[in-house]
């Protein structure tokens, strides 16, 4: 388990980047964010978590640390990245000027970092007192991952305003304020699905703060940079499903080995490496995006 000193050290750095990204984006409020811009700012947050990633060790005992934290912020990004989809059906649905977006998404992803905090802090209370637990998150990806996989984003966009919109416009909240309540909402219901996941990937709670941390800081740039690219992943629900389906089978077996159980009807039950569970997400996203970018024009119309 980590120090005290590198959770306090580790989580007062990214603080601070957090609050110059949200000084950043103040002061750019009036401005459009370009392609060139979030382009750079993403690579920024990428090579930071590269960085990060490689450099573990250093302060980290767990040898398998590195792997679990790779594994979990791939997992993470790449479900950050599905969000974003949800982020501009809202920006689009409040009519929200793109000169404020930059700032509602921050916001929005602050709110979502505090919010995960306390489940993160919930689901490591659990797993440590109730290994059983893992049977229930297990069970609960598999049924997002079919729920995921059988989606139609047609009746997602044709949603009607829920209860909570309804209930801030009747008391006189402004477009940017239900935006803001809205986006932070999403990812909250979207941390149900994210937070299991990567508790079937590592039981650290230091690497999945910082897994969570490092996926949702660049997530308001890659918004602009994805912005134009999203109408072509059109694979990237089945590939997320597959990643979801995959951890929820690994955190079941994990629980028969947790309670003693090594044989099921006759057939041996795997340990199933966190560098196999690597692998799967890596080629998995990958085979998602190269899937996607081919079977799609630039206009993102499915070639035919």
Known sequence: MESTTVWLLTLGVLSLVIILDLMIAIARRNKETTITEAGIWTLVYVSAALLFGYLM???TTDSNSQKEFFAGWLTE???SVDNIFVFVII???FQIERTKQQLVLLLGIIIALILRGGFIAAGSAILERFSSAFFIFGAFLIFTAYKLLTEHEEEEEKQKEDRIVTFLRSKGASTFTIALIS???TDLVFALDSIPAIFGITRDPYIVVCANIFALMGLRQLYFLLQGLLQRLIY???GLSFILAFIGFK???EAFHGIGVHDLIGIKLPHVS???SLGVIVTTLLITAAGSLTAT???GTEIV
Do not use: F, H, T
């Open 57 to 59: 060790p250093n302060w």
């Open 251 to 253: 955190m079941i077996i």
């Open 274 to 276: 966190i560098e196999v």
């Open 77 to 79: 990004y790449a479900l």
């Open 91 to 93: 920006l689009a649905r």
């Open 183 to 185: 986006l932070g909402i």
């Open 297 to 299: 024009r630039k206009d």
């Open 236 to 238: 990237l629900s089945k």
